[in-house]
């Protein structure tokens, strides 16, 4: 059988804030699978903010995505012709099939293409809750925060797919746990139906200073823990109501992709307040995954692991949904559903 992909292509560099004419949509043939290469479909693609990083020239942590190529990313589909007998038409898959419908894999790549089983966890929920953002916030929290109980655990971007993690595996551990989200809807999902103690909206804040009166105000017992997923004006709050001792999980700084200059106003209060930072990327750390999954899977499974996802419509709808990803438009994992 023979197929056209349809694929989105990274066609030039933003400066700043990135546009539509970032990217450009092509049909390409299929070619024919070779021995040991398996042919995948995929039913959603994950957006996700480190793209923007690597839209950039710039050294990082991660290589740049390359130009005139199709964009990198997560996605979770089906097995739809197989030359390797580790897989079969019609598996179930999580891998980096990137913003296109199909994708060519060695099989025996270690690592590429994970099997996964869809009877009790939504396939769509690989990508995010049991997926490599519910192990991000499963590492920062278990591996740096480590709450003890009765400790008071912050999170930013806090309906967002790490964040809403975070707090739920902090109530689990005992932690009083308080969210920082955009919009009283975020924030009352956040409480209402995530089980967070509180949360504040950070909109309705201009300043530190009135931010960190609202902090004040959520945590009347100081902050122990903070997971960070977003810099600036956030950061230097949450650091005005540390704790002694207090713990920090530098996982993102969403308020700097776009090259916005991040500084941190009082630094001063790492020393006093004996803070630990430690930023981490949650790829390094495979040999936590396993673990991290087995509890994430079975929290979903049993239903006590809530999450929610902005799902936008067909490949043509990727850059728009990921640049509103950028933007806070979504409301929960973003992804885009091609099947
Ligand atoms: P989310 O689902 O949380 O979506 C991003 C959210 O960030 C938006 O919904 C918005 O929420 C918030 N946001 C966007 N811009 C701003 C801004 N200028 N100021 C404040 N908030 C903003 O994304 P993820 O859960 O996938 O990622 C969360 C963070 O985790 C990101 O920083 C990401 O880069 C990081 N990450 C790090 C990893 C690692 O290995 N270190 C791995 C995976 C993710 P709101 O409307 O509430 O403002």
């Known amino acids: 059988m023979s197929f056209i992909n349809s694929q989105i292509h990274l066609v030039s560099r933003p400066t700043g804030e990135p546009g539509l004419d970032n990217f450009k949509q092509m ?22 903010p480190y793209m923007r990083g690597r839209m950039n020239e710039g050294k990082s942590y991660a290589q740049p995505q390359p130009l005139n ?8 589909g089906e097995v739809v012709a197989s030359k390797n007998a580790a897989f079969s038409v019609g598996d179930q898959v999580v891998g980096m099939g990137g913003w296109q419908h199909f994708f060519i894999v060695d099989g025996g790549q270690r690592g590429v293409l994970q099997k996964v089983d869809a009877t009790h966890i939504p396939l769509s929920a690989f990508l995010g809750a049991v997926g490599m953002p519910g192990v991000t916030a499963w590492y920062g929290l278990v591996k740096i925060i480590n709450p003890q109980a009765g400790e008071t ?22 932690a009083q746990v308080v969210g920082l989200a955009g919009g009283a809807e975020k924030c009352r999902y956040v409480v209402e139906t995530l089980g967070f103690d509180a949360c504040v909206d950070y909109k309705q804040h201009a300043d530190v200073k009135s931010l960190s009166a609202a902090l004040k105000i959520a945590c009347p017992n100081g902050i122990d823990g903070y997971f960070e997923n977003v810099g600036g004006t956030i950061l230097d709050a949450v650091m005005s109501r540390a704790n002694a001792f207090s713990r920090v999980a530098m996982c993102g700084m969403i308020s700097g992709y776009n090259g916005e200059p991040i500084p941190m106003s009082a630094p001063q209060l790492i020393l006093i307040n004996r803070m630990k930072f430690e930023g981490f990327i949650v790829t390094e750390h495979m040999d936590v995954w396993p673990e991290a999954l087995k509890e994430l899977g079975a929290l979903v499974a049993t239903g006590r692991l809530k999450f929610r996802e902005s799902v936008s419509e067909g490949l043509a709808s990727a850059p728009e949904a990921f640049l509103g990803l950028l933007k806070g438009r979504n409301f929960g994992k973003q992804l885009v559903k091609l099947v």
């Open 69 to 76: 190529q199709v964009m990198l990313g997560g996605t979770v």
């Open 153 to 174: 655990v912050v999170v930013s971007a806090a309906s967002g797919a790490v964040g809403s993690v975070v707090g739920q595996l902090a109530k689990a551990r005992g």
């Open 27 to 48: 049909d390409v043939a299929v070619p024919e699978l070779l021995d040991g290469q398996v042919l995948v479909r995929n039913h959603y693609l994950s957006l996700d």
